[in-house]
């Protein structure tokens, strides 16, 4: 890599750690940028979710006093995302990714309406306080471990997909769903660190020069979207999570 491809994939690695802190939907910034700096798309995309996780971790950090009194919840999440996230890593190394390219822009498209229209989804299948804890849990485990493959597998977008499925299931507060997002999203992370870098094709270089930036933007952009109202964080994610969508429907029947 020459020197502008490095600040290319600073400056891309600062703004996807902060958009993944406030929306998710980072990747879509520094997976073409790696594809700019030369590297051919599997690896583009194995590097991609290497370098991203250090922002998750530092978006945590900057969450953490939204996640006071989630340790229960946490502990029990967890371990179904570790396991998540691991089938989706199996599933990419071991399956060609075209069919999944074109499913991805209709999940994400879904998860962007599903945040949008919320309450009326809620009145249909039922609010939160409404459902048995039995079958609140178990739908709960359901989505985190769906989740956790697609994050796995592919990861662009994985929070507004994480957001949008948790606030239908749970009784809280926007931002504190976000940070409990920031949380599976690092775990999720974690995950494809350690299976791509004893399987996949990991251009360490540009892992590195990404990864420091993502933790800068990840802490800078917790710490705002912990500053912005309900209504207009809503409207953020919603709106990162279809343009994200359509780019990525463009972009799978482009190929």
Not at 155 to 180: F, K, P, Q, S, Y
Request: net charge positive; glycine share 10%; with cysteine.
């Amino acid at each position: 890599m020459d020197l502008a491809h490095v600040l290319l994939l600073i400056i891309a690695g600062l703004a996807a750690g902060m958009v993944n802190a406030i929306a998710g939907g980072g990747s879509l910034i520094t997976f073409p940028s790696l594809l700019a700096a030369g590297l051919p798309p599997v690896a583009a995309n194995v590097t991609n979710s290497v370098a991203v996780c250090p922002g998750y971790v530092s978006s945590v950090v900057g969450s953490r006093a939204d996640l006071a009194g989630q340790g229960h919840r946490l502990r029990v999440l967890v371990p179904t995302c570790l396991l998540g996230a691991a089938a989706g890593c199996a599933l990419l190394l071991a399956t060609p990714a075209r069919a999944f390219e074109l499913v991805v822009p209709f999940l994400v498209l879904g998860a962007a309406a599903t945040l949008a229209f919320q309450s009326r989804l809620r009145a249909l299948v039922g609010h939160p306080r409404a459902l048995s804890r039995r079958r609140r849990a178990v739908t709960l485990q359901v989505v985190v471990f769906a989740g956790s493959v697609y994050g796995g597998y592919f990861g662009a977008a994985l929070g507004v997909m994480l957001v949008a499925a948790l606030a239908l299931v749970l009784d809280e507060t926007l931002n504190r769903i976000n940070a409990l997002k920031n949380v599976l999203s690092a775990s999720i992370g974690l995950v494809t660190i350690v299976v791509f870098a004893i399987f996949g094709p990991v251009h360490w270089g540009a892992a590195l020069t990404v990864a420091p930036a993502t933790i800068i933007g990840g802490y800078a952009g917790a710490r705002l979207a912990r500053r912005l109202p309900a209504a207009v964080l809503r409207v953020v994610i919603v709106s990162f999570g279809t343009a994200i969508g359509l780019y990525l429907l463009v972009r799978a029947f482009a190929n």
